[in-house]
C-alpha cells in the first residue's frame, strides 16, 4: 500500500477519472460566473523506480526512488547507507532513526506524527513531503536538503539526482582515509592482493640483451673511433647472470693514478669487459646474495680499478625505508635524466636542469644498502652510467645484526689481493654500531685495516656520523633539518700522517653546507650555499659555491657562483648562468653564460635552440663560443626513437676541426615461455618482467588446459615497469621492471566486451625474475546471468514488491551472492559461475514483515557455456502472515 501523506493511492484512481470531468465543468461555471472559489487539483501521478544520485568525492549508485511529477522522493535507507550514514528502519518501515555524521547529531524521522527529530528541533513534515511503501520510507528532495543541508538537483530527463554539500560525509571521509591508507600500503609495499606469485629459479636461461655503436670521424685529424658495446642477460645455476662486452679501435694513453704509471688501453680491454653472478634468496637470513664476478666495494683505500672476486651477505636486496632523509646533488649534462636506485629499486628519478644539477632527497634506509644513480643522455654516447655512492647514515631495526664480506683481486697490473669484511647491528632504533677489517696488498704503510662506525638519530632531524679507520683517517658528519626545511650539513675528515691507503695526501678536510627549497605560487628555488676547505701538509685550498636551481613562471634557471681561495694569489670568482625556457612553437632554447669577475669580461657563451619532431624525434642546434680559448662550435644534431632502437646524428663545426657522430642502441627481449622475442629503445639487462597471457577457463579449474583459447581486451594497471601491449596477440608485456621486487598488478574485472567472461581475482603480487619474462596465465571465468520476480499476493490480486533481499547458494547452504528486487518485483544477477544452486528470500527479512514465502526456494543450473549461460523465469511468491 503506498501512501503520500494520509491519501491513499485507490482514492487517486477514482479521482483521476471522475475529477476531471467535475473540474471542466466547474471551470465553465468559474469562467461565466467568477467566484473566489479555487479549483480542486488532482492528485499526482505516483510510480516507484530507481533514480542514479551522483556525490561528488564519492561516485554515483543506484537509489529507490517514487517519483511524482517533477519531484523525486528518495528512500531514507538507501540514501544514508550509500553515504555511510548511520541508521536504522522499525520493522514496519514506518520510522528511520540513527545519528547524522556524528554521535552528537541523533535524529529521527517519523511517519505516525510527519515529523522529523533533529539537533534538539522539531521539525514538521507536510502531506507531500513523505511516501511509505511495504518496504521503505522515502522523503522528498526538499526535505534532505532543508534539514540535512543536502542539496539534490532532480532530473527527470535522465532520472538522476545530483547532491552536493559542505559537510563531509562519512562517505568521503571514509574514502579520503582509504586512499591514504592505500598509497601509504604502496609506499611500503603492503598491497593485499589476491594472487601472490614467488621468484623463479630456472638452471639456465637467456632472456636479454642489450647493444649500442658509437662511431666519431674528426677528419682533420685522421681520428676515426667507433665504440661497440653488448651486453647479455640471463640465468646461470639459478642466479643473476650479466656479461657486458666493450671494444673500442681507437687506443689511447690513460694514467694509473694508484701507480703514476701511463698505460695504454687495448681495444679489447679487460678491464673495461663487466662480468657478475648473482644468486638471490630474500628468504634465507643467514645468507641472501651471493655475488661472484667484477663486484662493487665500498673500500676506504684508493681503488680505480675493478675488482674480481666474490661477496657474501645476508642484506637484502628489497629496499627498507628508515627515517630522515639525506640530500644528495650532484652535476650531469644539461637535460639529462638521472635515475636514483637504493638497492636495485627505484625511488626517484629527476631531470637536470640547465647547467646539468640535480638533486635528490635519498630516504635513509635499514642496512648496508647500495645507492645507485643512472644517467640516461640524449644521444647514446653515454648510453648508461652507473655511479655508487655511499650513504654516510647507516641505521639497523632494533637487534638486527647484517655483514657483508669481500674478497678478490684488483685488476691493476699487480694482481694486488683486496678483501673486507663489515658489520653492522641496530644498538637501538636510533643507534647502529658496526665495525670490520680492510686489506689490500698494494698498501705500503699498512695492508690490514681495522675500522669502527656508528650512526646515530640524536633527534628526528639531527643525525650524526661517525667512522674510524685505523692508520688511515676518521671522519664525523652531522645533518640537521629545521621544520622550514632548512638543512645545515658539517663534515670534518682527519688524515694520519705519512698514510699511502688514500693517494691524496690531504691533512684534513672541512666542508659547512647549508640548503633551503623556497616554494611559493609562480616559483620555485633551491638554494644551497656551500664553503669547502683541504688543508695540505704546505698550504691550504678554499672553496665556495652559491648555487640557485629553480624555475620562475615555467622557465628554468640555474646560477651558481664560484670563489676559489688559494694563498698567495688572489680570489678567482665566476658565476655560471643557464635558463631553460619554452617559446611559441614547441621550441625549446637553453642560453647559458659565463662570467668571470676577476677581470670583468665574459668566459663563454652557448646557446641551444630544440624542438621535439613526430612525437619520437629531437632536433637541435648550438652555438658556443669560448671566449679564453677562442674556439667557436656550431653544432646540429637529430635523434629519433624507433620501436626497435634509438638512432642519432650530430655534427660539429669548430675553429680547428670537425667532428661527425652517430650513435645507435637497442635492446632484445627475449620470451622462453611463449617464444616470442621483442625489440626495444630501452635497456634491458639486469631487469625483468611480466608477460599477462588471459585465457578462458571452460571448465573452471583456474589452470590453462589444452584447447582453452586465449581471450582479447584484458586491461591491467602496474605500479612499475613500462607496459608494451601487443596488437597481433592477446598477452600483455610489462618490461623493464626491478628483480627481486614484488610489484602490484591490478587486472580490471570488466574488461571484455562479453559481460559473462570476468576476472575473480583481479590483483596479483608477483616478485619478478631478473632476466627472464615471467609467464601469469590469468583465468577468465565464464559468469551466468539469473532473474526472476517476487511477486506479493493479496487476496485476489498480485503485484511486485519492491527492496525483497534475494540470494544464491551453492549446494543449499553456502550463500554465494545477493540482490535486491526493483520497485515491480524483478531482480537480476550477473556473477555465478557454472554449477548447481537454489534462489531463496531472505529469512530475517521476511520475519520482520510478518511474511512467508512459496516455495521457499527454488533449484536452478548454471551450465559452462563460452558465451555464458542466462537462467530465467524463477518466480517466488510472499504472502501476508500478520497485519501491518
Avoid at 640530500?327 to 636495485?344: A, F, I, Q, R
Avoid at 526472476?788 to 519492491?802: A, C, N, R, S, T
Amino acid at each position: 500500500m503506498i501512501t503520500a501523506g494520509s491519501n491513499s493511492i485507490s482514492s487517486y484512481f477514482f479521482n483521476s477519472y471522475y475529477v476531471p470531468a467535475f473540474q471542466l465543468i466547474l471551470g465553465l461555471i468559474l469562467f461565466v460566473v467568477p467566484l473566489k472559489v479555487h479549483a480542486i487539483e488532482p492528485e499526482p501521478v505516483l510510480y516507484e523506480t530507481s533514480v542514479f544520485v551522483v556525490v561528488q568525492g564519492i561516485g554515483g549508485a543506484e537509489i529507490s526512488a517514487v517519483i511524482s511529477n517533477d519531484s523525486a522522493y528518495l528512500s531514507v535507507t538507501d540514501m544514508f547507507n550509500f553515504l555511510k550514514i548511520k541508521n536504522t528502519a522499525t520493522p514496519h518501515m514506518d520510522s528511520v532513526y540513527g545519528f547524522f555524521i556524528t554521535e552528537k547529531a541523533p535524529f529521527l524521522i517519523d511517519k505516525k506524527n510527519s515529523v522529523i527529530h533533529y539537533q534538539q528541533q522539531d521539525i514538521p513534515l507536510g502531506p507531500q513531503d513523505f511516501i511509505s511503501t511495504e518496504t521503505g520510507l522515502y522523503l522528498r528532495t526538499g526535505c534532505f536538503a532543508s534539514v540535512f543541508g543536502l542539496s539534490c538537483q532532480f532530473s527527470f530527463r535522465s532520472l538522476s539526482v545530483k547532491l552536493e554539500t559542505r559537510q563531509e560525509l562519512p562517505a568521503v571521509r571514509e574514502m579520503r582515509q582509504e586512499m591514504m591508507r592505500r598509497n601509504i600500503s604502496r609506499l611500503k609495499g603492503e598491497l593485499k592482493a589476491d594472487t601472490i606469485i614467488g621468484p623463479r629459479r630456472p638452471m639456465f636461461a637467456i632472456g636479454m640483451a642489450d647493444w649500442s655503436v658509437i662511431a666519431t670521424q674528426r677528419p682533420e685529424i685522421n681520428a676515426n673511433d667507433t665504440w661497440l658495446n653488448l651486453s647479455l642477460g640471463g640465468v646461470l645455476l639459478g642466479g643473476e647472470t650479466n656479461v657486458s662486452l666493450n671494444y673500442n679501435n681507437y687506443a689511447k694513453s690513460q694514467l694509473d693514478f694508484s701507480h703514476d704509471t701511463i698505460g695504454l688501453i687495448k681495444p679489447f680491454d679487460q678491464r673495461q669487459q663487466f662480468y657478475r653472478w648473482r644468486y638471490v634468496n630474500n628468504d634465507h637470513s643467514a645468507l641472501r646474495q651471493i655475488i661472484a664476478g667484477k663486484i662493487y666495494t665500498a673500500s676506504t683505500a684508493s681503488i680505480f680499478d675493478p675488482v674480481v672476486g666474490i661477496q657474501l651477505t645476508n642484506a637484502p636486496t628489497s629496499y627498507r625505508r628508515s627515517y630522515g632523509s639525506y640530500t644528495l646533488s650532484d652535476y650531469t649534462d644539461p637535460g639529462w635524466t638521472v635515475e636514483l636506485y637504493v638497492n636495485n629499486a627505484l625511488v626517484d628519478y629527476t631531470t637536470a636542469d640547465a647547467a646539468g644539477f640535480f638533486t635528490f632527497q635519498v630516504p635513509l634506509v635499514y642496512g648496508n644498502s647500495v645507492v645507485r644513480l643512472r644517467f640516461y643522455g640524449p644521444w647514446g654516447e653515454e648510453r648508461l652510467r652507473e655511479q655508487n655512492i655511499t650513504i654516510p647514515f647507516n641505521f639497523l631495526p632494533l637487534h638486527q645484526f647484517e655483514y657483508t664480506a669481500s674478497a678478490g683481486v684488483v685488476e691493476d697490473g699487480h694482481n694486488s689481493f683486496f678483501s673486507r669484511l663489515q658489520m653492522n647491528y641496530g644498538a637501538s632504533r636510533n643507534i647502529t654500531i658496526g665495525g670490520g677489517l680492510e686489506y689490500l696488498s698494494s698498501v705500503v704503510t699498512g695492508k690490514a685495516m681495522p675500522f669502527a662506525m656508528a650512526s646515530a638519530r640524536v633527534t628526528p632531524n639531527l643525525l650524526l656520523s661517525a667512522d674510524y679507520t685505523y692508520g688511515v683517517r676518521g671522519r664525523g658528519i652531522l645533518t640537521y633539518r629545521m621544520p622550514s626545511n632548512l638543512q645545515f650539513e658539517l663534515y670534518y675528515t682527519r688524515y694520519k700522517k705519512g698514510q699511502q691507503a688514500i693517494i691524496y695526501n690531504y691533512v684534513e678536510e672541512r666542508k659547512f653546507i647549508v640548503s633551503k627549497p623556497f616554494i611559493t605560487k609562480g616559483f620555485s628555488f633551491y638554494n644551497r650555499v656551500t664553503l669547502n676547505q683541504i688543508i695540505l701538509p704546505e698550504t691550504k685550498y678554499t672553496t665556495a659555491e652559491w648555487l640557485l636551481s629553480g624555475a620562475i613562471f615555467r622557465v628554468g634557471v640555474n646560477i651558481n657562483t664560484f670563489a676559489i681561495f688559494m694563498k698567495p694569489e688572489p680570489a678567482y670568482v665566476y658565476t655560471n648562468l643557464a635558463l631553460t625556457c619554452r617559446l611559441p612553437g614547441a621550441l625549446i632554447v637553453t642560453p647559458q653564460i659565463q662570467y668571470e669577475y676577476n677581470t670583468n669580461s665574459l668566459m663563454a657563451v652557448r646557446c641551444e635552440v630544440g624542438k621535439y619532431l613526430f612525437r619520437h624525434g629531437y632536433l637541435n642546434v648550438s652555438y658556443e663560443r669560448n671566449y679564453k680559448s677562442d674556439i667557436t662550435n656550431v653544432g646540429v644534431g637529430l635523434r629519433y626513437d624507433f620501436a626497435f632502437s634509438q638512432i642519432g646524428i650530430a655534427a660539429w663545426k669548430g675553429t680547428n676541426t670537425n667532428t661527425l657522430v652517430e650513435s645507435a642502441r637497442g635492446s632484445l627481449i627475449y620470451d622462453d615461455k611463449t617464444k616470442v622475442a621483442g625489440f626495444t629503445n630501452r635497456t634491458s639487462v639486469g631487469t625483468g618482467g611480466v608477460v599477462l597471457l588471459p585465457f578462458l577457463d571452460l571448465n573452471g579449474n583456474e589452470r590453462r588446459d589444452p584447447g582453452e583459447p586465449k581471450v582479447w581486451g584484458l586491461k591491467t594497471s602496474c605500479n612499475g615497469g613500462r607496459t608494451i601491449p601487443h596488437k597481433q596477440d592477446s598477452v600483455i608485456r610489462i618490461v623493464n621492471m626491478e628483480p627481486y621486487e614484488y610489484y602490484f598488478i591490478e587486472l580490471q574485472k570488466n574488461s571484455f566486451e562479453n559481460i559473462a567472461w570476468q576476472i575473480k581475482k583481479p590483483s596479483i603480487s608477483v616478485a619478478v625474475d631478473p632476466n627472464q619474462m615471467k609467464l601469469i596465465e590469468v583465468p577468465v571465468s565464464i559468469m551466468g546471468e539469473v532473474s526472476g520476480d517476487v511477486m506479493l499476493e493479496e487476496q485476489d490480486k498480485v503485484k511486485g514488491i519492491g527492496r525483497m533481499s534475494v540470494g544464491f547458494y551453492k549446494n543449499d547452504s553456502t550463500l554465494v551472492a545477493q540482490t535486491l528486487t526493483e520497485f515491480d518485483g524483478y531482480f537480476n544477477y550477473m556473477g555465478l559461475p557454472p554449477g548447481e544452486y537454489t534462489v531463496r528470500i531472505d529469512a530475517v527479512q521476511l520475519q520482520k514483515q510478518g511474511m512467508t514465502a512459496h516455495p521457499v526456494k527454488l533449484p536452478f543450473t548454471i551450465r559452462p557455456r563460452i558465451e555464458g549461460d542466462v537462467v530465467e523465469g524463477l518466480h517466488l511468491r510472499v504472502r501476508r502472515t500478520t497485519a501491518n
